[in-house]
């Protein structure tokens, strides 16, 4: 017997697909014009080893992020018609699936969305002119009303969200565009203040793969909107290396361009916004709070969906407020400013996903294997191997290590890729279950 989210999964049929220009590539793009992704891409990074290496980081990045997070995935998407949730009992079994990367994924929506109404908050009190600082009355008071409301949207309009996406993503875009023109001047002139160029090379590494690895999970869903292979291809070239390569060397750059330009001190992308003053500036904080509607509300309606799949017994309204009133705490207390702990801690959970579902997709000739009974040995196996590498830079080794513990969403992906590959051969794996005829 298959559990329901299972036995009542209905393959996307080829009539409601799409080409990749207008499915793939502009959603992960969108993703990628989230300001989350380049708020602190420059900090500690283009600091430490100048423009060129920050440049050749982005693009080994952009490859990792395609090649080894977003490419199987998305096949087995394609090829089934089926979501990541039961594509992924394959890896992780009938059961395990429940977890992982059912709840999983709902419980890192949750942190997502702390980290939305964290930063669009503070954009919005910047924007505004008030005190902007996690803690006090007026930031939690702005908090509370930006996420329930974007909260409520996501659980009942969802659809009306998706409409206006593509033109609220725009606003990020132009003002990327806007702000890379008033720092260009001063880009040749700029030089680090230090150098250490291993470890900025491998932290960017690590800052671009740990935002993009659910994503990576979630081509899964991409790609059960595509046609075929050429279009899973296509829109991970473009939508998901092309789009990551500039949506992060734009702001790295401008933030650069910005030393040199206005003499600024930090290096996060809104010190680059701040130093364009006046008018200007005020107008791009209040832009980018607008456009981090979609992003709040794609959080939201993706957690539910978590949570009512994988608990249907709780009420979707009831589940994700819950989850909703936890992002609250997070980002009223500051502590979903920290970006690069979150990338880690989010890459340390979904890497090992990715790397064992892409040793399974091998294993299984280059195609999805089916469901298989219980707990998948090896799929949980090469997760846990897989998150204890990755959560190494928090565990208490050495300090003077941890910075060589980078990119450490890479080798979380490694680790698990291998482990899943060795539990397989040892003949760990469950067998699988036929699914029931579509018809």
Not at 99 to 105: A, I, K, N, V
Not at 169 to 197: D, E, H, M, R, W
Not at 252 to 269: C, P
Not at 353 to 361: E, L, N, S, V
Request: aromatic residues 14%; charged residues 10%.
């Amino acid at each position: 017997m298959l559990p329901d989210y299972i036995a009542k999964a209905t393959p996307n049929p080829a009539s409601r697909r799409a080409p990749w220009y207008t499915s793939t590539a502009p959603a992960y793009a969108g993703t990628f014009l989230w300001i989350v992704f380049y708020m602190e891409i420059a900090k500690g990074t283009v600091d430490r080893m100048g423009i060129g290496l920050s440049l050749l980081a982005l693009a080994a990045a952009a490859v990792i992020s395609y090649a080894l997070f977003y490419r199987a995935p998305a096949m087995m998407g394609m090829q089934t018609g089926y979501p990541l949730y039961v594509v992924g009992s394959s890896t992780f079994g009938t059961k395990g699936g429940y977890l992982m990367p059912g709840l999983l994924m709902g419980l890192l929506q949750v942190g997502w969305y702390s980290v939305n109404v964290f930063v669009a908050t503070t954009f919005l009190m910047k924007g505004l002119r008030l005190p902007d600082g996690p803690g006090t009355l007026p930031f939690a008071i702005a908090a509370i009303v930006w996420g329930y409301t974007a909260a409520l949207v996501g659980v009942l309009g969802i659809r009306y969200v998706a409409r206006v996406s593509l033109y609220l993503n725009l606003i990020p875009l132009f003002v990327i565009l806007f702000v890379f023109y008033k720092t260009a001047p001063g880009i040749a002139q700029y030089t680090p203040s230090s150098l250490a160029p291993y470890i900025a090379f491998t932290l960017l590494i690590q800052m671009v793969v740990g935002f993009f690895s659910t994503a990576g999970a979630a081509g899964t869903d991409f790609g059960m909107n595509n046609r075929d292979a050429r279009d899973v291809r296509w829109g991970g070239m473009v939508g998901v290396a092309l789009a990551s390569f500039f949506a992060g060397a734009l702001p790295l750059l401008s933030v650069a361009g910005a030393h040199v330009v206005y003499g600024i001190q930090g290096y996060t992308y809104d010190a680059a916004i701040a130093g364009v003053g006046g008018f200007l500036a005020t107008a791009m904080f209040l832009l980018f709070a607008v456009a981090s509607i979609p992003p709040a509300c794609f959080c939201s309606f993706i957690a539910g969906n978590s949570f009512a799949t994988m608990i249907p017994s709780v009420s979707r309204m009831v589940s994700t407020m819950a989850g909703v009133t936890l992002a609250m705490v997070l980002a009223i207390t500051g502590v979903a400013a920290n970006l690069v702990g979150l990338f880690t801690i989010i890459g340390a959970s979904f890497g090992p996903i990715c790397g064992a579902m892409t040793a399974d997709y091998l294993l299984a000739g280059r195609r999805w294997a089916g469901p298989r009974e219980g707990i998948s040995i090896p799929g949980y196996l090469a997760w846990a191997v897989g998150f204890l590498v990755g959560i190494m830079p928090f565990l208490p080794i050495p300090e003077e290590w941890k910075p060589f513990v980078q990119p450490a969403v890479v080798y979380s992906y490694v680790a698990a890729f291998l482990v899943y590959v060795a539990a397989a051969k040892a003949g760990l794996e469950p067998k699988t279950v036929p699914m029931a005829p579509q018809g």
